[in-house]
């Protein structure tokens, strides 16, 4: 089946520091590729997403690039703020419907 | 437009009950799925609604249970109450044109469920 594997947390930076949180993928097909985030006490909110391969998602000055040939999805920002402290999780779906398999989720913290 | 709701925000029962919760999808959305939220599973999909039929169904006991009405407003039940499904109840709305993948779907803020 469909599965997604994010690197392990928590992760603690300082601002203004460089961010990336791993993602990789198992599926069949070729499925689009997401990234979420949420927020305390929050629901998810889509942060961007790609639809094929070599696709660049890009939001809030978050990017991540489809890489179908290493199955990855990679999140990257060049400077995080504070106010990115959040849980980032990375998700595919697959086929011919909506439902999305999501990876562990990882939290980030942002220290001023 | 109005985003996904979701009610109620909270509910405390005890184990045996049974609990409805409901989700309201952005308007002309007609797709809705439901997952749920703990620290040890993560986010695991429950169901999906489309034009009020099933289309898709993840693994859990026949215990959740969903339905949904022609407005595209969705519910889901949960019947015998065991200590385990404690957890954030997420519902999440797509428009779902051509298919489903890549569909974005628009989370609603979840129901906290806390079984005692």
């Known amino acids: 089946g469909n599965s997604v594997t994010q690197m392990e947390g928590p992760v603690t930076l300082s601002e203004e520091a460089f961010l990336t949180i791993n993602c990789t993928y198992t599926?069949?097909?070729?499925?689009?590729l997401f990234w979420y985030v949420q927020y305390p006490g929050e629901g998810l909110q889509l942060l961007l997403k790609a639809t094929k391969a070599d696709d660049k998602g890009s939001n809030k000055g978050f990017e991540a690039t489809y890489r179908k040939e290493t199955t990855s999805f990679h999140l990257e920002k060049g400077s995080v703020q504070v106010s990115d402290s959040a849980v980032y999780f990375c998700a595919l779906s697959a086929g011919a419907n909506s439902k999305l398999t999501f990876g562990k989720g990882i939290t980030l913290s942002v220290r001023p | 437009k109005a985003g996904v709701t979701q009610t109620p925000r909270y509910l405390i029962k005890t184990r045996g009950q049974q609990v409805t919760l409901s989700c309201s999808p952005i308007s002309g959305h007609r797709s809705v799925s439901w997952y749920q939220q703990t620290p040890g599973q993560g986010l695991q999909f429950l169901f999906e609604y489309f034009s009020e039929t099933q289309r898709n169904k993840g693994n859990f006991p026949g215990r959740f249970s969903g339905r949904q009405f022609s407005n595209s407003r969705s519910e889901m039940n949960v019947s015998t109450l065991e200590l385990g499904d404690s957890a954030l109840y997420l519902c999440?709305?797509?428009?779902?044109?051509?298919?489903?993948?890549?569909?974005?779907?628009?989370f609603g803020p979840g129901t906290r469920l806390t079984v005692l």
């Open positions: 999440a709305s797509s428009f779902l044109v051509v298919g489903g993948a890549g569909d974005e779907q628009f």
């Open positions: 599926a069949t097909g070729y499925p689009s």
